[in-house]
T-cell receptor, first 115, second 107 residues
Framework: GAVVSQHPSRVICKSGTSVKIECRSL??????MFWYRQFPKKSLMLMAT?????????EQGVEKDKFLINHASLTLSTLTVTSAHPEDSSFYIC???????????FGPGTRLLVL | EDQVTQSPEALRLQEGESSSLNCSYT??????LFWYRQDPGKGPEFLFT???AGEEKEKERLKATLTKKESFLHITAPKPEDSATYLC????????FGAGTTVTVRA
Protein backbone atom coordinates (compact mmCIF):
# COMPACT_ATOMS: atom_id res chain seq x y z
CA GLY A 1 0.00 0.00 0.00
CA ALA A 2 0.89 3.66 -0.31
CA VAL A 3 3.18 5.07 2.37
CA VAL A 4 2.94 8.45 4.06
CA SER A 5 5.56 9.57 6.54
CA GLN A 6 5.47 12.27 9.19
CA HIS A 7 8.32 13.94 11.01
CA PRO A 8 8.81 14.31 13.88
CA SER A 9 6.80 11.56 15.54
CA ARG A 10 6.92 13.32 18.90
CA VAL A 11 7.83 16.86 19.87
CA ILE A 12 7.89 18.74 23.15
CA CYS A 13 8.20 22.50 23.03
CA LYS A 14 7.88 25.51 25.26
CA SER A 15 4.85 27.76 25.16
CA GLY A 16 5.30 30.56 22.63
CA THR A 17 7.57 28.70 20.25
CA SER A 18 6.70 27.43 16.77
CA VAL A 19 6.76 23.83 15.66
CA LYS A 20 6.90 22.50 12.10
CA ILE A 21 5.57 19.08 11.15
CA GLU A 22 6.40 17.50 7.79
CA CYS A 23 4.21 15.11 5.84
CA ARG A 24 5.58 13.23 2.85
CA SER A 25 4.04 10.81 0.38
CA LEU A 26 6.86 8.36 -0.27
CA UNK A 27 5.75 6.34 -3.27
CA UNK A 28 3.04 8.37 -4.95
CA UNK A 29 2.21 11.91 -5.92
CA UNK A 30 -0.41 13.74 -3.89
CA UNK A 31 -2.05 16.81 -5.34
CA UNK A 32 -4.09 17.09 -2.17
CA MET A 33 -3.02 16.57 1.42
CA PHE A 34 -5.05 16.91 4.57
CA TRP A 35 -4.25 17.76 8.17
CA TYR A 36 -6.24 16.31 11.05
CA ARG A 37 -6.21 16.68 14.78
CA GLN A 38 -7.23 13.92 17.16
CA PHE A 39 -8.00 14.23 20.85
CA PRO A 40 -7.74 11.21 23.19
CA LYS A 41 -10.41 8.62 22.47
CA LYS A 42 -12.00 10.88 19.87
CA SER A 43 -12.20 10.63 16.12
CA LEU A 44 -10.24 12.64 13.59
CA MET A 45 -11.13 16.28 13.09
CA LEU A 46 -10.23 17.77 9.73
CA MET A 47 -8.29 21.01 10.14
CA ALA A 48 -7.43 21.94 6.58
CA THR A 49 -7.03 20.76 3.02
CA UNK A 50 -3.96 21.73 1.09
CA UNK A 51 -3.52 21.61 -2.64
CA UNK A 52 -0.10 21.69 -4.21
CA UNK A 53 0.85 25.18 -5.26
CA UNK A 54 -2.17 26.96 -3.80
CA UNK A 55 -3.44 28.22 -0.47
CA UNK A 56 -4.88 25.80 2.03
CA UNK A 57 -8.59 25.65 2.78
CA UNK A 58 -9.28 25.72 6.50
CA GLU A 59 -12.27 24.21 8.26
CA GLN A 60 -14.54 26.43 10.27
CA GLY A 61 -13.05 27.35 13.63
CA VAL A 62 -9.44 26.60 12.66
CA GLU A 63 -7.17 29.65 12.87
CA LYS A 64 -5.21 29.90 9.64
CA ASP A 65 -2.68 32.30 11.16
CA LYS A 66 -1.95 29.84 13.91
CA PHE A 67 -1.78 26.70 11.81
CA LEU A 68 0.27 27.57 8.74
CA ILE A 69 0.15 25.03 5.94
CA ASN A 70 2.46 24.87 2.97
CA HIS A 71 2.19 22.37 0.12
CA ALA A 72 5.15 23.21 -2.03
CA SER A 73 5.47 19.97 -3.96
CA LEU A 74 3.47 16.89 -4.92
CA THR A 75 5.08 14.89 -2.12
CA LEU A 76 5.49 17.34 0.76
CA SER A 77 3.17 19.36 2.97
CA THR A 78 4.11 21.10 6.20
CA LEU A 79 2.07 22.25 9.16
CA THR A 80 3.55 24.93 11.38
CA VAL A 81 1.95 25.55 14.73
CA THR A 82 2.87 29.15 15.53
CA SER A 83 3.21 30.54 19.05
CA ALA A 84 2.15 27.21 20.48
CA HIS A 85 0.21 27.07 23.74
CA PRO A 86 -0.62 24.10 25.99
CA GLU A 87 -4.10 23.84 24.47
CA ASP A 88 -2.44 23.06 21.12
CA SER A 89 -1.10 19.84 22.58
CA SER A 90 -2.63 17.05 20.56
CA PHE A 91 -2.06 14.26 18.04
CA TYR A 92 -1.70 15.68 14.54
CA ILE A 93 -2.15 13.37 11.57
CA CYS A 94 -1.70 14.11 7.91
CA UNK A 95 -3.08 12.23 4.95
CA UNK A 96 -2.39 12.29 1.26
CA UNK A 97 -4.69 11.48 -1.60
CA UNK A 98 -3.16 9.65 -4.49
CA UNK A 99 -3.60 11.77 -7.63
CA UNK A 100 -4.79 8.69 -9.51
CA UNK A 101 -7.46 7.58 -7.02
CA UNK A 102 -9.63 8.91 -4.21
CA UNK A 103 -8.21 6.88 -1.34
CA UNK A 104 -6.53 8.86 1.42
CA UNK A 105 -3.50 7.32 3.06
CA PHE A 106 -2.55 8.48 6.52
CA GLY A 107 0.75 9.20 8.16
CA PRO A 108 1.71 7.74 11.54
CA GLY A 109 0.91 10.98 13.37
CA THR A 110 2.86 13.51 15.43
CA ARG A 111 2.34 13.85 19.16
CA LEU A 112 2.79 17.50 20.19
CA LEU A 113 3.17 18.49 23.83
CA VAL A 114 3.42 22.17 24.65
CA LEU A 115 4.70 22.96 28.13
CA GLU B 1 -23.92 18.28 6.72
CA ASP B 2 -22.59 14.75 6.43
CA GLN B 3 -23.17 12.56 9.47
CA VAL B 4 -21.57 9.25 10.31
CA THR B 5 -22.62 7.16 13.30
CA GLN B 6 -20.80 4.02 14.36
CA SER B 7 -22.06 1.38 16.75
CA PRO B 8 -21.30 -0.07 19.15
CA GLU B 9 -18.72 2.26 20.71
CA ALA B 10 -16.84 -0.71 22.11
CA LEU B 11 -16.91 -4.41 21.45
CA ARG B 12 -15.24 -7.11 23.50
CA LEU B 13 -14.94 -10.47 21.79
CA GLN B 14 -13.52 -13.84 22.63
CA GLU B 15 -11.04 -15.16 20.11
CA GLY B 16 -13.01 -16.89 17.37
CA GLU B 17 -16.26 -15.11 18.20
CA SER B 18 -17.48 -13.47 14.99
CA SER B 19 -19.32 -10.14 15.09
CA SER B 20 -20.27 -7.09 13.05
CA LEU B 21 -19.71 -3.36 13.34
CA ASN B 22 -22.23 -0.87 12.00
CA CYS B 23 -21.73 2.46 10.27
CA SER B 24 -24.82 4.45 9.36
CA TYR B 25 -24.54 7.64 7.35
CA THR B 26 -26.39 10.56 5.87
CA UNK B 27 -24.62 12.35 3.07
CA UNK B 28 -25.74 14.56 0.22
CA UNK B 29 -23.55 12.92 -2.40
CA UNK B 30 -21.65 9.79 -1.44
CA UNK B 31 -18.49 9.36 -3.49
CA UNK B 32 -17.22 6.51 -1.39
CA LEU B 33 -17.29 4.92 2.05
CA PHE B 34 -13.99 4.07 3.66
CA TRP B 35 -13.01 1.75 6.48
CA TYR B 36 -9.79 2.29 8.40
CA ARG B 37 -8.14 0.53 11.29
CA GLN B 38 -6.33 2.60 13.93
CA ASP B 39 -4.02 1.24 16.59
CA PRO B 40 -3.30 3.34 19.70
CA GLY B 41 -0.86 6.17 19.03
CA LYS B 42 -0.77 5.54 15.28
CA GLY B 43 -2.39 6.90 12.16
CA PRO B 44 -5.33 5.15 10.50
CA GLU B 45 -4.51 2.24 8.20
CA PHE B 46 -6.61 1.92 5.05
CA LEU B 47 -8.76 -1.20 4.80
CA PHE B 48 -11.53 -0.82 2.22
CA THR B 49 -13.34 1.55 -0.10
CA UNK B 50 -16.94 0.87 -1.10
CA UNK B 51 -18.64 2.89 -3.79
CA UNK B 52 -22.13 1.52 -4.40
CA ALA B 53 -24.92 -0.32 -2.60
CA GLY B 54 -24.48 -4.06 -2.77
CA GLU B 55 -20.73 -3.89 -3.02
CA GLU B 56 -18.67 -6.18 -0.79
CA LYS B 57 -14.94 -6.40 -0.14
CA GLU B 58 -12.89 -8.85 1.88
CA LYS B 59 -9.44 -8.91 3.41
CA GLU B 60 -8.39 -11.82 5.58
CA ARG B 61 -10.93 -12.01 8.44
CA LEU B 62 -12.64 -8.74 7.53
CA LYS B 63 -15.53 -8.22 5.15
CA ALA B 64 -17.16 -4.87 4.41
CA THR B 65 -20.61 -4.43 2.90
CA LEU B 66 -22.56 -1.36 1.82
CA THR B 67 -26.24 -0.46 1.55
CA LYS B 68 -27.79 2.90 0.72
CA LYS B 69 -27.78 4.01 4.35
CA GLU B 70 -25.23 1.91 6.19
CA SER B 71 -22.16 -0.22 6.01
CA PHE B 72 -21.14 -3.25 8.03
CA LEU B 73 -17.70 -4.53 8.87
CA HIS B 74 -17.87 -8.22 9.65
CA ILE B 75 -15.05 -9.79 11.62
CA THR B 76 -14.95 -13.55 11.22
CA ALA B 77 -13.17 -15.69 13.83
CA PRO B 78 -11.20 -12.74 15.20
CA LYS B 79 -7.75 -13.04 16.70
CA PRO B 80 -6.16 -10.84 19.39
CA GLU B 81 -4.22 -8.98 16.69
CA ASP B 82 -7.54 -7.73 15.30
CA SER B 83 -7.90 -5.58 18.41
CA ALA B 84 -8.02 -1.95 17.26
CA THR B 85 -10.35 0.96 16.69
CA TYR B 86 -12.20 0.66 13.40
CA LEU B 87 -13.14 3.93 11.75
CA CYS B 88 -15.74 4.48 9.08
CA UNK B 89 -15.69 7.60 6.90
CA UNK B 90 -17.82 8.91 4.08
CA UNK B 91 -16.21 10.77 1.23
CA UNK B 92 -17.88 13.75 -0.42
CA UNK B 93 -14.71 15.52 -1.61
CA UNK B 94 -13.51 15.27 1.98
CA UNK B 95 -13.67 12.54 4.58
CA UNK B 96 -16.12 12.75 7.46
CA PHE B 97 -15.31 10.23 10.16
CA GLY B 98 -17.45 8.41 12.64
CA ALA B 99 -16.33 8.14 16.25
CA GLY B 100 -15.10 4.59 15.75
CA THR B 101 -15.68 1.20 17.33
CA THR B 102 -12.97 -0.08 19.64
CA VAL B 103 -12.66 -3.83 19.32
CA THR B 104 -10.88 -5.91 21.95
CA VAL B 105 -10.32 -9.59 21.21
CA ARG B 106 -9.35 -11.77 24.15
CA ALA B 107 -7.33 -14.94 23.69
Amino acid sequence: GAVVSQHPSRVICKSGTSVKIECRSLDFQATTMFWYRQFPKKSLMLMATSNEGSKATYEQGVEKDKFLINHASLTLSTLTVTSAHPEDSSFYICSARDTLEETQYFGPGTRLLVL
Amino acid sequence: EDQVTQSPEALRLQEGESSSLNCSYTVSGLRGLFWYRQDPGKGPEFLFTLYSAGEEKEKERLKATLTKKESFLHITAPKPEDSATYLCAVYDYKLSFGAGTTVTVRA
